[in-house]
């Protein structure tokens, strides 16, 4: 059975600043974060010089996107390329999300498990989600720089046609604001889950990211999903941004199920499952923040 | 202090005529009264017998916990299946021939193996090391290469039990029609594509140990690259002048070519050589890389204790 940590008067303890004013604690979740930040980016890149980092970073989205063109090349021969710059966009855009989330779990396992930090980080005046959210954001700026090659290559190497004076800036822009709000809102919500379970927990960002590839339709029409699937589809946020970047970025909708809808709508529906989605997240990740310390998982170790 | 050999003022004296007292554990195995020279001077037989025991050790965990961590065993078989059913997908948009999608579940199949040659070969000893295993290894009195072959026999069972339910499975769900006229080349060139590749795997792993902390985000970096080069999901023909380095380098690229021509003989021109000549780089690959791996291992096992390295976590 469980204890409830209760005080002597019989009030649950907050986190550290919870009960600050509010310009405090604006300060310390900026600090926070800029800390997390910093550590994260110290930790992705100083294993190796500024051109390996560089290389390792966009060698795995280049190579994903490579086996997707020479799957189109063996099939249609060169003869498709709407096909081709659909799959570019898509395999770019992905980056993000393995990123996004992997950092996320990441950032709990190696600071609980291998280097043993996340106690402290927990018990000091720091703010942990802020923390967590610039600890994890070091992978998504690495995962920016294998977008915008995949796109590069994509571009100067397969003949992708994006014209840089016709890309639809505003709905690039939200597109991309809310999908990469919707990447961070999940990674947040399976951080959370994390903090509860063991370091096995390293595949789950893989297994999800694997899932939503295949329904979101990132290298493939949702016409191609069996029909029963397809509902599914239309409520994950990742297919909404996926072609909102699309329809920027290639100047045309998707053909077939999300064609017929207008820009607006695709905006909408992406504003509103991004919500849903970071809402739900965040209550998910408060809760099982508030098991695991409850529990005393915070400092667990499961593995040497 | 008592000189060597005498015996402990500690212990009553033997009785004349009494028996043997039982061998002191410690000393098991080595002639009574011989000095450490003569105890490490084993015999060629005890010698091979130990290191079969120290392969069959370092296989047993694998073998045995193929299936005690459920998890495991679902995330192992779903990624490489989601991936699989991905790619399927993509060909099923293109409107291919039924053969590709074949394409995709061999391909997806061949992944569990490549993973399991990259992360639990390649960065095994580099986890190992973290655990505090590697000094174990390095006392035990047996080669290092026993280690290595224990844990390619126990990831071969791992990976095979994974590799067939996907094979299976996608199969089934996507009606892949195999046809299959040379059975016993397939089952030569498949098992000799393993060997190979589990070589490499025994090679990547002494890279790696002295690599150290690069070897995670190598193995990472080894993983979409070689799908790419190695054909998974498209025959690596396509690959134009590339396909012929990736015939001569991975073992991957061209085992799985000639698996594919052996088991879609109803589809031609998807080849890069023929599968007999392809049979033979597999069998030179074997020799190259367990040969490397035996000299890479001796070489940085050196290099590593001149550094101190070898016991040194995270680094």
């Not at chain 1, 600043?17 to 604006?26: D, N």
């Not at chain 1, 993000?96 to 280097?115: C, K």
């Not at chain 1, 996340?118 to 994890?136: D, E, T």
């Not at chain 1, 297994?207 to 029909?227: E, H, K, M, Q």
Request: aromatic share 10%; with cysteine; glycine share 10%.
């Amino acid at each position: 059975m469980t204890a409830r940590v209760v005080d002597r008067h019989g009030h649950r303890p907050g986190m550290p600043g919870e009960h600050a004013p509010p310009a405090h604690r604006i300060t310390a979740s900026w600090r926070s974060l800029t800390t997390g930040a910093r550590l994260g980016w110290a930790i992705e890149s100083n294993w190796a010089d500024p051109f390996l980092f560089a290389v390792y970073s966009v060698a795995r989205p280049v190579g994903a996107a490579l086996i997707l063109v020479a799957i189109v090349w063996i099939v249609s021969g060169g003869a498709r390329p709407d096909y081709l710059a659909f799959l570019v966009v898509g395999s770019a855009c992905w980056t993000f999300v393995g990123g996004g989330m992997s950092g996320f779990v990441w950032a709990v396992l190696d600071d609980r498990e291998r280097y043993r930090m996340l106690k402290y980080i927990v018990v000091s005046a720091a703010r942990f989600l802020p923390f967590l959210l610039g600890r994890a954001s070091a992978q998504l700026l690495a995962a920016a720089a294998g977008f915008l090659v995949t796109l590069l290559v994509g571009v100067v190497f397969l003949g992708v046609r994006i014209d840089v004076g016709r890309v639809d800036w505003p709905l690039f822009g939200a597109s991309m604001a809310l999908g990469l709000g919707a990447v961070v809102a999940l990674g947040l919500a399976v951080a959370g889950l994390c903090l509860t379970i063991r370091r096995e927990a390293w595949n789950y960002p893989e297994a999800i990211a694997g899932g939503l590839y295949l329904l979101s339709g990132t290298i493939f029409p949702l016409d191609v999903l069996p029909a029963a699937i397809r509902p599914l589809a239309l409520v994950l946020p990742t297919t909404w941004w996926l072609e909102g970047v699309r329809r920027a970025l290639l100047g045309v909708p998707t053909p077939g199920v999300l064609g017929s809808i207008p820009d607006a709508g695709v905006l909408l529906a992406l504003c509103a499952t991004t919500a849903v989605l970071t809402l739900g997240s965040w209550a998910v990740f408060r809760v099982f923040e508030r098991i695991a310390r409850e529990r005393g998982l915070i400092d667990q170790t499961t593995g040497s | 202090m008592s000189p060597p050999g005498a015996p402990s003022p500690h212990l009553p004296e033997p009785r004349p005529g009494a028996p043997d007292p039982p061998p002191d554990p410690a000393v098991r195995g080595r002639a009574a009264g011989a000095g450490p020279r003569e105890a490490a001077s084993w015999s060629a037989r005890r010698t091979l017998a130990t290191n079969l025991r120290g392969i069959v050790g370092r296989a047993y965990p694998r073998v045995r916990g193929s299936l005690r961590e459920k998890s495991w065993v679902f995330f192992e078989i779903a990624l490489p299946f989601l991936s699989t059913c991905a790619f399927v997908l993509v060909y099923r948009a293109l409107e291919a021939p039924e053969a590709y999608v074949g394409f995709a579940v061999l391909g997806g199949a061949m992944t569990a193996f490549w993973l399991n040659v990259l992360w639990a070969m390649g960065a095994q000893l580099y986890w190992d090391r973290g655990e505090g295993n590697l000094e174990i290894y390095f006392t035990a009195p047996i080669s290092l290469m026993s280690i290595l072959v224990g844990m390619a026999v126990g990831g071969l069972y791992l990976s095979g039990t994974r590799a067939l339910v996907i094979v299976a499975v996608g199969s089934i769900l996507f009606g892949v029609q195999y046809a299959i006229d040379q059975w016993l080349l397939l089952g030569a060139v498949f098992l000799l594509t393993l060997v190979a590749l589990y070589g490499l795997g025994m090679l990547m792993a002494s890279l790696f140990l002295f690599w150290g902390r690069e070897a995670w985000h190598l193995a990472n970096l080894f993983q979409e690259p070689v799908y790419f080069l190695g054909g998974l999901y498209a025959p690596v023909k396509v690959l134009g002048p590339l396909a012929g380095l990736a015939i001569g380098l991975l073992p991957l690229a061209v085992g799985l070519d000639a698996i594919r021509q052996l088991t879609f003989s109803q589809v031609t021109g998807i080849g890069v050589l023929p599968p007999a000549a392809e049979a033979a780089i597999l069998v030179a690959m074997c020799a190259v890389f367990l040969v490397l791996a035996r000299f890479a291992l001796a070489y940085f096992e050196r290099k590593a204790r001149a550094e101190g390295r070898l016991m040194a976590r995270w680094q």
